[in-house]
């Protein structure tokens, strides 16, 4: 393979990587949105305990932090080199992955939340696969 292949197959590899995490940003934001029109999640989330979690200040922050880390890998998946493009996506998709498998276990999941959940697993799986198979 040329160095000239092999170039375009790593900025191939960054767009698909890349899109993927945007693909999952858009899932995640609209499983929330949807949340919101639910009236069982509305009346606990109001009560600020959904499930057995208390939503509070510490648990918001972790929220944020989680989401920015997917948010930042839309741009660090473009710009890093190589070996930290490849860690930084397997490191954050298994966080990612991990983080919605085990939310699906808190309280009794709605459909519409597993139909995204599944989707978003998916996704954050290809994303460990291409980072370890293709980066």
Not at 49 to 73: K, W
Not at 76 to 100: C, D, E, F, P, Q
Request: net charge positive.
């Amino acid at each position: 393979m040329t160095t000239i292949n092999k170039t375009n197959e790593m900025k191939d590899m960054k767009v698909r990587l890349q899109t993927l995490w945007i693909f999952v940003m858009f899932n995640y934001l609209y499983a929330d949105v949807l949340g919101l029109h639910d009236p069982a999640v509305l009346k606990e989330l109001i009560t600020g305990q959904v499930g057995s979690l208390q939503i509070s200040q510490g648990f918001l922050l972790g929220a944020a932090i989680l989401m920015e880390t997917a948010i930042a890998m839309v741009l660090l998946s473009r710009i890093l080199k190589y070996g930290a493009n490849r860690w930084a996506n397997m490191i954050v998709g298994v966080i990612h992955t991990t983080a919605v498998l085990s939310s699906m276990f808190v309280g009794t999941p709605s459909l519409y939340y597993m139909f995204f959940g599944t989707i978003e697993i998916v996704c954050t799986s290809l994303i460990i696969w291409y980072a370890w198979k293709c980066v």
